[in-house]
């Protein structure tokens, strides 16, 4: 069965620094988003791109976010200058078509020290 | 959006059914109801989902009142593999493209 895949699982990471999440949605799938989930809470939407840009975002992502799709496979989630409260499983999602139904993968587990 | 309210946590003894219920009194004509659940350190898995008939597919059936306020998922045979947390999750079938969690059940299986 198709999958979406994530790279890497775990990532610990210095305050301050850059991280790149990586991404690889099902193939035939059009609409990308990323999820995180912080320990104990809830899944949080963060973003949902689509046609190459940013179709909908929430608070949370802010100008320390960014989404790419550098190419026809990889969906990747960009963090500029963690800061301590980004440690969170980070999901990336991906789904055919608007309303249909969305696959998430296994999730990157960010941890900021 | 409207919300949905959900037990915190149930039981379910290994091969039995387990019916985990969903109120969504706010909902709107337009919201599809939508449950998914999250096994231990996995991500959301899509479960099912329906509009105003039940549906059913390979792994679960879904209930909804005619009134549509309320909803069940039903587990037919609970096996451990069914310990996960389930979110039922109201979503429109246009104008967002979030789900937007809850806290979900907690669905613990008893060998």
């Known amino acids: 069965e198709p999958e979406v895949t994530q790279t890497p699982s775990h990532q610990v990471t210095q305050m301050g620094q850059e991280v790149i999440l990586r991404c690889v949605p099902i193939s035939n799938h059009l609409y990308f988003y990323w999820y995180r989930q912080i320990l104990g809470q809830k899944v949080e939407f963060l973003v949902s791109?689509?046609?190459?840009?940013?179709?909908?975002k929430s608070e949370i992502f802010d100008d320390q976010f960014s989404v790419e799709r550098p190419d026809g496979s990889n969906f990747t989630l960009k963090i500029r200058s963690t800061k301590l409260e980004d440690s969170a499983m980070y999901f990336c999602?991906?789904?055919?078509?608007?309303?249909?139904?969305?696959?998430f993968g296994e999730g990157s587990w960010l941890t900021v020290v | 959006d409207a919300k949905t309210t959900q037990p915190n946590s149930m039981e379910s003894n290994e091969e039995e059914p387990v019916h985990l219920p969903c109120n969504h009194s706010t909902i709107s004509g337009t919201d599809y109801i939508h449950w998914y659940r999250q096994l231990p350190s996995q991500g959301p898995e899509y479960v099912i989902h329906?509009?105003?008939s039940n549906v059913n597919n390979r792994m679960a059936s879904l209930a909804i009142a005619e009134d549509r306020k309320s909803s069940t998922l039903i587990l037919h045979r609970a096996t451990l593999r069914d310990a996960a947390v389930y979110y039922c999750i109201l979503k429109k079938r246009a104008g967002s493209y979030q789900l937007t969690f809850g806290k979900g059940t907690k669905l613990s299986v008893i060998p």
């Open positions: 329906g509009l105003t």
């Open positions: 999602a991906s789904s055919g078509a608007y309303g249909d139904t969305i696959y």
């Open positions: 791109f689509y046609n190459n840009e940013i179709s909908e």
